[in-house]
């Protein structure tokens, strides 16, 4: 079974997130109380790849989502899917940066770091076969890509990635043009 976890952190990449959570429930018959209401073979074939079967025939995205405040939490939570995820994988600072990068950088992402990487640990954990991570701030596991495309400005990313905090493991998807 080839599993993927998927990360996302801030508040762009949160909204993009929630809407994409929106799209792979639709794609894979999933309602919103994470409950397969699909009628194809082949959406229960793959539905491993995305999310965990949980009690009760529930389906819950295997997902990690960060923030530096709570606004956005509480708005991904308050959404159309926001009851799927599991309430552990919400990591989230009290205060936010203000839009200030050292802030982010130094102090509120610095203390989240810890939690988030635990998180991500179990997540993968309790893979039986995880065949990659795809997040939303792209920072985190390529650093490379992330600066020809001016996604350096993450600052929690950016704390990983000059932390020497990797996990081994890399799903890079490709863009085409």
């Not at 919103?32 to 793959?46: A, V």
């Not at 965990?52 to 708005?75: C, H, K």
């Not at 926001?82 to 102090?107: E, L």
């Not at 995880?130 to 992330?146: D, K, M, S």
Request: aromatic share 10%; glycine share 10%.
């Amino acid at each position: 079974m080839r599993e993927i976890l998927h990360i996302q952190g801030g508040q762009c990449g949160n909204q993009i997130g929630a809407k994409f959570w929106e799209v792979i429930c639709d794609e894979h018959g999933i309602d919103h109380t994470g409950k397969y209401s699909g009628d194809s073979e082949l959406q229960l074939e793959r539905i491993n790849v995305y999310y965990n079967e949980a009690s009760g025939g529930r389906y819950v995205p295997r997902a990690v989502l960060m923030d530096l405040e709570p606004g956005t939490m509480d708005s991904v939570r308050s959404g159309p899917f926001g009851q799927i995820f599991r309430p552990d994988n919400f990591v989230f600072g009290q205060s936010g940066a203000g839009n200030n990068w050292a802030k982010g950088h130094y102090t509120e992402g610095a203390e989240l770091i810890d939690s988030v990487l635990d998180v991500v640990r179990k997540e993968a954990e309790n893979c039986d076969c995880l065949q990659g991570i795809e997040n939303e701030t792209l920072t985190l596991f390529v650093p490379e890509l992330a600066m020809l495309i001016g996604f350096r400005e993450d600052p929690i990313c950016v704390y990983l990635l000059e932390n020497n905090c990797e996990i081994n493991c890399l799903c890079l998807l490709y863009f085409s043009e």
